[in-house]
């Protein structure tokens, strides 16, 4: 199958600034991301205390920063069209710089020690978990005809840790950026209700807080709203949803690798050709991959050399750059964002999305009760 693609819609290849304006139409893009980040930082961190209290509190509460940004981003696309200087300084819009960096800073915050000494079940749980899910997803999407780079951003997204994985998948299927705005859209709608859903139906169940946690961490798809249902457990749930969740993310990299070797080998194969050799797929592979893993194993390290009360301080920082970096990213999704590509996707990728949470609620359930009854989490 040849599948057409330019530089332009991708979000993957790197993009040059000098066929867009210059260096210095850029360089004010630049300065627009990240004035629209600093507003998006600001929301996010003050819309939960102004509405605390309040009917809205609890989902403000729980809505992360994805939603600012692309909101942000979008009123920035508009102004900045309407004013006609988008295209100008569209070189400014680094997206794939941003995505890329912010995903090996996430890198430093995967604790390899802890997933491997404390979290034996999450291990396994992850592993069967994601293999079912993401297959489901990408069987059903190639059933409902989805294009086959949205169905990679779907299935890792609904199978994973969602909009870190989404970004993940688009770097080595180099997705669309409508594509990846429409899979973080669909992460953060169905992540929210969940928050709540989730702890009540645990309850309903009569589940262990134990269990609770191991369905709530491999279930939602955010980290902040696994925090939050896991909270609404208790202590216990809390606790192995977050290692449960961090040993999801860790398989990021493994899944991008796939991904890569598939679209290499199978998907953009030329007709007639006998297939891409070791240097074409080393061409397509997503080297900050690399990165991840690097920045996860000397944190791992460090970690293991340095009292925990030290190691804290300086992981929350790494971790406050990778949202900031991830922020820009989604801000640049905004001003880059076409709506001609979601009203030719319609409502197939809703159904299929849908779809695969259901299944992974049942099978993420179906695990927690087979490998965490009778687990303490003390």
């Known amino acids: ?15 040059h600034s000098d066929g867009r304006g210059g260096v210095g139409p850029a360089l004010v893009g630049v300065v627009v991301v990240l004035l629209l980040a600093a507003a998006t930082r600001y929301l996010d961190k003050n819309v939960p205390a102004l509405l605390k209290g309040t009917a809205l509190g609890d989902i403000a509460a729980t809505i992360e920063y994805p939603v600012y940004a692309i909101v942000i981003g979008l009123v920035g696309n508009a102004v900045l069209t309407l004013a006609g200087v988008r295209e100008r300084l569209s070189g400014g819009f680094r997206t794939e710089f ?26 396994v749980q992850a592993i069967v978990l994601i293999t079912t899910v993401f297959l489901f997803t990408w069987w059903l999407g190639g059933k409902l005809g989805l294009e086959e780079r949205l169905r990679a951003l779907l299935s890792a997204a609904v199978s994973i840790c969602g909009v870190s994985a989404a970004i993940a998948a688009a770097g080595a299927v180099q997705a669309r950026r409508e594509q990846l705005a429409y899979s973080a859209s669909l992460v953060i709608a169905f992540a929210l209700p969940s928050i709540f859903i989730l702890p009540w139906l645990a309850g309903v169940f009569g589940l262990s807080d134990e269990v609770a946690g191991a369905w709530i961490g491999g279930n939602i798809d955010t980290t902040a709203a696994v925090t939050a249902a896991g909270a609404i457990v208790g202590d216990s749930a809390l606790a192995v949803a977050s290692i449960v969740k961090v040993t999801q993310n860790a398989l990021i990299g493994v899944v991008t690798i796939a991904l890569t070797a598939y679209f290499a080998f199978r998907v953009e194969r030329r007709p007639g050709a006998s297939g891409p050799g070791l240097g074409e797929f080393w061409r397509r592979f997503p080297k900050f991959v690399l990165g991840f893993v690097a920045a996860s194993v000397i944190a791992t390290w460090w970690q293991t050399t340095v009292a925990a009360a030290q190691a804290k301080p300086v992981i929350g920082v790494v971790n406050d750059l990778r949202v900031w970096f991830l922020i820009l990213a989604f801000v640049s ?13 319609g409502w197939r990728p809703v159904g299929v999305f849908a779809t695969a949470t259901v299944v992974n609620v049942v099978v993420a ?5 087979l490998l965490f009854s009778g687990f303490s989490a003390t």
């Open 1 to 15: 199958m040849s599948v057409e693609r330019t530089s332009e819609t991708s979000a993957a290849p790197e993009r």
């Open 98 to 123: 941003f995505i890329k960096t912010g995903l090996v800073l996430l890198g430093a915050s995967i604790n390899l020690r802890v997933i491997v000494t404390a979290a034996g079940p999450a291990i």
């Open 333 to 345: 999704i905004g001003l880059e964002f076409r709506v001609a590509s979601l009203r030719e996707a």
């Open 365 to 369: 359930l179906g695990l927690a009760l």
